[in-house]
C-alpha cells in the first residue's frame, strides 16, 4: 500500500513521463469515442490531448455544478479539470494533492486563465482532509482514489466535507477478471497505486460512508485504448524520456509498459461515479 508521501513523490519524480505518454492537459484517462466525430489528428501526442480534453467535458457536464457552488477537486492534477469546473459554474473550486510539484503547476494553470480569485490548490491528503463539516457543495476524484492505501476512509471524509445533497463524482480503475501477479504489480508498479478494486466493492465503501448512488458509467473501453496508446507514445518519444530519466531507468521500465498494457487492455476496468449526500 503506498503512503500518500509515496504517492506524492512519484507524481513529483514521473509527472513529466506520464504527461509525455498520455497527454499532458490532464494526466487521466482520455474519452476516446465520441458518436459521430471524424475529426483528424495530427500526432498522438495531440490525440492523447483531445481525448483528454473531451473527457474533462464530460466530467463538467456529468457533474452538472450549479451556479456559485463550491467545488473541492481532490487528485487536482495539473489544475485545468478545476480551471473547466469554475469556468462552467462560475464558482469557486479549491483542490488538493499530495504532490507539492503539482500544486505550483495547478496554481499557474488557474492564473493563467484569470482564476486566481476563486480557483486555488493546497497541498493535502483525501484520507485526512482539512476542512470543516459541510465545507462544499459538490466533490470530484479524477482517477485519484486506486492511489490511497485506505479507500474506504477516503470515502468517509469525502462525505463528511460534503453538505446535504452534496453530489461526489469519481472516476474508479477496478479489476476484470483474474490477472497474473507480475501484469497487475507492472500496473501498480507504473502508477504508484493499490490493486484496483471491483465496481462492487466501490460502491459498497460509498455506501458505508453514507452515500448514495446516483449514477454509474462503464468507460472501460477508453481505459483499455489509453493503455494502447501510452505503450505507444513511450517507444515514439523514447529519446525524449531517456534525455528526461536517463537510459538505465527507461530500460527497466519498458518490461513494465509492456506488462501494465496487457493489464488495461485484458483486466483493467473503469467506472464514472456519481454519489449523493442525502438531504
Known sequence: MPTPEQVGAAYDEFGDL?????????LHVGRWVEPGERQPVATLGDLANRAQERQTAHHVTTLGLRPGEHLLDIGCGTGLPAVRMAQHSGGPVTGITVSREQVGK??????????????????GNVM?????????????AIDVFVHLSDQAKGFRETERVLR??????????TTRGTPAEDVVGA???TWCCTTPPTPAQTVAWAADAGLELEKAEDMTPNCAFSGELMAL???ERRPDIVARYGEELVVGMEPLIHLMRTFMRDHCGYY???FRKPL
Open 18 to 26: 506520464y504527461a509525455m505518454t498520455i497527454g499532458d492537459v490532464g
Open 106 to 123: 495547478a496554481t499557474a494553470t488557474a492564473a493563467d486563465a484569470g482564476l486566481s480569485d476563486r480557483v486555488s490548490f493546497h497541498y
Open 128 to 140: 485526512d482532509l482539512d476542512f470543516a463539516d459541510a465545507s462544499f457543495d459538490a466533490a470530484m
Open 164 to 173: 446535504p445533497g452534496g453530489r461526489f463524482m469519481m472516476s474508479q480503475f
Open 187 to 189: 500496473f501498480t508498479k
Open 233 to 235: 507514445l513511450f517507444t
Open 272 to 274: 464514472l461515479f456519481v
